[in-house]
């Protein structure tokens, strides 16, 4: 599970870990806390990190562990983020050099391997999918120039697009395979990656903050998402190919990467509106979502 621990440039780097969303897309699970191979996701993200040579580790999420050697910061108001996240926990970063993860990545030790872990004449280095698509949320970046960034994004970054952060920086791309790139938005994902492991794991889906009604409210099994799909289509009478649930799931991912996260919902809405004025068929579901997340690439383009 561990990554080759490696030098950088003088100056060494820190880690900042993502791991306050709100999981949306697993009913409200605690992600971070999700096991594959026997072990959370949020622990393999640490002990990939530190094997790879990090000095310090700075966890933007609620405590979820105990560990002495990590630092927490939360983003204020929660949920705001990880724009929002990066900024509140970049004060905390003492090293020339940070290195971004996200906490649902469970090939994170296989991208820091292939992630170069110096990057001298740059502003830092990311992995790409095999489909040429940006992770930022997997990368190295110069400190300053992360900084320097940061404070031209209005309102502390909430809500923002990852790209508004560091499109103006010169950085160096490595392309990783699924089993490096893929991180867990689904259920499906999960599955995924436990496939790959021998060991699936137990799910810690409730917060210690939370009440059991809370919880509850918030916490669906992984069948749940297939369930509600079914029960939409008995209520108005479609048939399983009408709700078209992971490319609806793709296009809320792309908005919100490339726009916002509250433009999600709103272009899914209008995705529905566009393909039912033009008959409704699958055809032109798939229609509607090509031309709005071309859309939202191009709006990143432009920020």
């Known amino acids: 599970m561990e990554a080759p621990r490696r030098g950088v440039t003088p100056g060494g780097f820190d880690a900042i870990v993502l791991a306050g969303g709100r999981a949306s897309r697993l009913g409200g699970a605690q992600k971070p806390l999700l096991e594959v191979g026997g072990t959370a996701l949020l622990t393999r993200t640490i002990a990939a990190a530190r094997s790879a040579g990090a000095e310090r580790i700075i966890v933007a999420g609620e405590r979820m562990l105990d560990d002495p050697l990590v630092e927490w910061v939360r983003e204020d108001p929660p949920f705001g983020g990880p724009v929002a996240a990066i900024i509140t926990a970049l004060p905390r970063v003492e090293a020339e050099w940070a290195l971004i993860l996200a906490c649902d990545l469970p090939g994170v030790d296989q991208a820091l391997a292939l992630l170069p872990l110096d990057a001298p004449d740059q502003d830092g280095a990311h992995v790409t999918d095999a489909s040429g698509r940006a992770q930022w949320l997997t990368a190295l970046y110069r400190t300053a120039a992360l900084r320097e960034a940061a404070a031209s994004v209005p309102d502390s970054g909430r809500d923002a697009p990852v790209r508004a952060l560091v499109a103006g920086l010169r950085l160096t791309s490595v392309e990783a395979p699924p089993t490096a790139s893929r991180d867990v938005d689904t259920w499906e ?29 918030r916490t669906l099994p992984p069948e749940a998402l297939d369930e509600w799909a079914n029960a939409l289509g008995e209520r108005f009478e479609m048939s399983n190919d009408d709700v078209h649930v992971s490319l609806i799931l793709d296009l809320a991912r792309d908005v919100a990467n490339g726009v916002a996260r509250p433009a999600a919902p709103v272009s899914a809405f209008v995705a529905g509106l566009v393909a039912g004025r033009a008959g409704g068929s699958p055809e032109s579901v798939r229609e509607a979502v090509r031309a709005i997340t071309e859309l939202a690439e191009k709006w990143a383009e432009k920020r």
């Open 189 to 217: 994902d999960l599955e995924w990656a436990r496939s790959l492991s021998d060991a699936p794991g137990e799910d810690a889906t409730v917060s210690e903050s939370q009440t059991p009604s809370e919880a509850s409210d």
